[in-house]
């Protein structure tokens, strides 16, 4: 009897040593100021060898926040989906935060700091995205921001210092190891970066106002840097191939320029002053 008891404890010992790991969704939720709204919703999984891993999701709402609003929505859509881990941190007044993830081991943070007001932050890492990493700050006043990702280990951020301004990086589906950087301290800027490919970068600063500035990348190690100091400054930046480099630097008011590199290892380097 002895033998047969000792036997079974280490059967037991071995499953639940053995076993798969099965830990749940986090959700970790701050609510300090006033009248401020919150919803997470975390669905599907089981954990294990067939199902993702769990989702973490985190929302404060700082004591001088009113009336702020964050969503996060993380989804395990199949198989090896999930272990994403979603932050957003408010303390201002009638800003929006969005977060949606329905892909595998992503990272987004949305912060709507003191002084922040009317702002909207949309990050989206759709079914088939991969280790992404998207990020944006806002302070300003009325703005807006997105960013979307459907590939693997690119990194995405958008910072916002001005009023009105509107940014949008878009990563698409079969994009690898993208960077795209928006930095906007002026007011009423527009910028868009889209890429379509591996290993690019491209950047856009835009410290003056009524600055638009448009980026598309589709190829590999193609890199791109915007710079807008002046007003009302028009840039847009084409780049399909390899190897391309490009920058626009436009520090005078009422200018424009379009750089269109169609092919591999071409240079070039705008100024306007």
Same mark, same amino acid.
């Not at 047969?4 to 790991?21: D, M, R």
């Not at 408010?90 to 990272?107: C, I, P, Y």
């Not at 448009?214 to 710079?227: D, K, Y």
């Not at 008011?253 to 240079?267: L, R």
């Given at each position: 009897?002895?033998? =047969?008891?000792?036997?079974?404890?280490?059967?037991?010992?071995? $499953?639940?040593?053995? $076993?798969?790991?099965?830990?749940e969704d986090t959700v970790i939720l701050d609510q300090l100021g006033t009248l401020d709204t919150a919803n997470i919703n975390q669905t599907g999984g089981f954990g294990g060898p067939l199902h993702g891993v769990f989702n973490h999701a985190t929302v404060t709402q700082d004591v001088d926040s009113f009336q702020e609003t964050a969503t996060i929505i993380q989804n395990d859509t199949g198989i090896h989906y999930g272990g994403n881990v979603a932050n957003v941190y408010? *303390?201002?007044?009638?800003? /929006?935060?969005? &977060?949606?993830?329905? #892909?595998?081991? #992503?990272?987004a943070n949305i912060q709507q700091n003191a002084g922040s007001l009317l702002n909207t932050a949309e990050i989206n890492q759709l079914v088939g995205s991969n280790s992404e990493l998207a990020g944006i700050v806002q302070t300003g006043s009325q703005n807006g921001a997105l960013i979307n990702q459907q590939g693997s280990d690119n990194e995405g951020t958008i910072t916002q210092r001005g009023d009105n301004g509107v940014a949008e990086i878009d990563q698409a589906l079969g994009s690898m190891g993208n960077f795209a @950087? =928006?930095?906007?301290? @002026?007011?009423? *800027?527009? $910028?868009? =970066?889209?890429? /379509?490919? &591996?290993?690019?970068? @491209?950047?856009?600063?835009?410290?003056?106002?009524? *600055?638009?500035?448009?980026?598309?990348?589709?190829?590999?190690?193609?890199?791109?840097? =915007?710079?807008q100091t002046g007003n009302t400054d028009n840039a847009t930046v084409t780049q399909i191939g390899m190897n391309n480099d490009? /920058? &626009?630097?436009?520090?005078?008011?009422?200018?424009?320029?379009?750089?269109?590199?169609? @092919?591999?290892?071409?240079? $070039?380097? &705008?100024v306007q002053n």
């Open positions: 009897m002895r033998t =047969i008891k000792s036997a079974l404890l280490v059967l037991a010992a071995y $499953a639940v040593f053995n $076993a798969p790991a099965f830990a408010q *303390d201002g007044a009638g800003d /929006t935060a969005n &977060v949606t993830q329905n #892909g595998r081991l #992503g990272e @950087g =928006i930095e906007q301290t @002026g007011s009423t *800027d527009n $910028a868009l =970066i889209a890429q /379509t490919g &591996v290993n690019n970068f @491209g950047t856009v600063t835009q410290n003056g106002n009524n *600055d638009t500035a448009r980026m598309q990348q589709t190829g590999s190690l193609n890199r791109s840097v =915007i710079v490009a /920058t &626009v630097t436009q520090l005078a008011n009422n200018k424009t320029a379009n750089v269109n590199q169609i @092919g591999n290892n071409h240079f $070039a380097n &705008v």
